[in-house]
């Protein structure tokens, strides 16, 4: 902890805590939520275009397509059939579960906020998923635009990421903290 009258550094919040239920809403998702919200950075930021924003045509769409008798693309998948979730998910992009607990773990620390404490429950969940989402969603736009103007460089695009991941998530802790002392 930090020394009276030493402003507060992030790594305070850090520690090891006990693991019950409360700490592992309201300290480890948080942290899983931030951890999560850094390797989203570099993956905004290292990825191509093509491998981003393209992917391809789902399985269960495409089905089956006759023309002149041969069968093209992939057929439909049956839910008799054991590699289903394989079909279902062929690709191994881990982007939207990396969106989904950073996500997850912002809006769990944002509802734990004191400031949020009088707020009815229903609109504390509110408030808090709303602010989770505009700032992962927001950044993954900064982080689009960045890439566009950085180097093709992974070194440089990699400490870019965390810079603007650790930038941001300071700033957002500090609004919170400035909220609460008024």
């Known amino acids: 902890?930090?020394?009276?009258g030493k402003p507060k550094s992030l790594l305070d919040g850090?520690?090891?805590k006990p693991l019950t239920q409360e700490n592992l809403l309201y300290h480890y998702a948080p942290l899983a939520g931030a951890a999560s919200y850094t390797t989203l950075s570099g993956r905004v930021l290292r990825s191509s275009s093509e491998t981003f924003f393209h992917h391809p045509p789902h399985p269960l769409l495409t089905g089956y397509r006759r023309r002149f008798g041969e069968l093209r693309d992939t057929p439909p998948v049956s839910l008799s059939n054991p590699n289903m979730l394989r079909r279902l998910?062929?690709?191994?992009d881990i982007t939207?579960?990396?969106l989904l607990t950073?996500?997850?773990?912002?809006?769990l620390y944002i509802y734990k906020r004191p400031h949020l404490e009088k707020v009815p429950n229903q609109?504390?969940?509110?408030?808090?998923?709303y602010g989770a989402?505009?700032?992962?969603?927001?950044?993954i736009l900064v982080w689009s635009i960045l890439r566009y103007y950085l180097p093709d460089n992974a070194v440089i695009q990699t400490a870019t990421g965390v810079?603007?991941?650790?930038?941001?998530?300071?700033?957002?802790?500090?609004?919170?903290?400035?909220?609460?002392?008024?």
């Open 1 to 4: 902890m930090a020394a009276p």
């Open 14 to 16: 850090i520690a090891l």
């Open 89 to 92: 998910f062929p690709t191994k």
């Open 96 to 98: 939207n579960t990396l």
């Open 102 to 107: 950073s996500i997850a773990g912002t809006a």
């Open 123 to 129: 609109l504390r969940i509110t408030y808090s998923v």
């Open 133 to 139: 989402g505009m700032l992962c969603l927001s950044s």
């Open 163 to 182: 810079a603007t991941s650790v930038g941001l998530l300071i700033l957002g802790k500090d609004y919170l903290d400035l909220l609460e002392k008024k």
